[in-house]
């Protein structure tokens, strides 16, 4: 069996959410009204409901989003303010945390880092992104959507320029080769990849695919619109 296979069956696999209290689209965006709740709680939720996760982290400067994050449930650790400022990157809260969850006692064999901010998922979506990091025999994973009529182009100093197919041989449709658009909802990677790489992503990189419409994420006022009307429309009326 693979590593990366052996140690997904036999180690226990947490939710870290990253949570900062600032933010210059949306002031306490994380705090923000979401569908009657917090944004923070949708996520916790999600993953609280994953049959895979034995356990909820949440990593902030926040006290109200740490106090939030403890009454649904979920662990919660105190981020430094040096690592909850604009230049602050994802994977020094995670390493942060990693840190603090290892002084404790706790022993993660792989950690699903799921963003606030992307609150259009489900439980099943983070099954399947467990099952898949299995299945594929990657060391780290990224959530994204499949896009296949989608043509790119880019500027150059020549002009425009098709990126992602010859506009002078458009082709068919179905003919085209499908492209994956990273969506930031989650990844899943164990601690040594982070640590060595200080990146989520490393080693043999898998992807596990959700619907195009939960790419849609949150970083003004208008994106909080748009997602609540997706929410209400494709996962709460159906509750």
């Known amino acids: 069996m693979p590593d990366t296979l052996r140690r997904v069956v036999a180690e226990p696999a947490i939710a870290l959410i990253a949570a900062r209290g600032g933010s210059k689209g949306i002031p306490g965006k994380n705090l923000a009204t979401f569908c009657g709740r917090p944004l923070l709680e949708w996520s916790i939720e999600h993953a609280l409901a994953a049959e895979s996760i034995e356990g909820v982290w949440v990593t902030s400067d926040d006290p ?12 919660t650790i105190l981020r430094p303010s040096e690592l909850a400022n604009d230049t602050s990157s994802s994977e020094s809260a995670w390493l942060h945390a990693l840190d603090e969850i290892e002084r404790a006692g706790g022993r993660p064999g792989l950690v699903c880092a799921l963003q606030a901010t992307s609150p259009l998922r489900e439980p099943s979506d983070i099954e399947r992104g467990i099952a898949d990091f299995a299945a594929q025999g990657c060391d780290s994973l990224f959530s994204a959507s499949e896009i296949r009529d989608f043509l790119v182009w880019r500027r150059t100093e020549d002009g425009l320029q ?7 041989a458009r082709g068919m449709r179905q003919d085209r ?15 040594d990849i982070l640590r060595r790489e200080g990146n989520r992503l490393g080693g043999r990189i898998g992807v596990t695919l959700m619907e195009l419409w939960k790419s849609f994420e949150i970083d003004s006022p208008e994106d909080l619109e748009t997602c609540e009307l997706l929410m209400r429309h494709y996962l709460l009326e159906a509750v």
């Open 64 to 75: 109200e989003l740490l106090e939030i994050a403890s009454a649904c449930g979920a662990e």
């Open 162 to 168: 098709s990126v992602n197919y010859d506009f002078r």
């Open 177 to 191: 080769s499908a492209w994956y658009v990273e969506n930031g909802s989650f990844y899943v990677f164990p601690p």
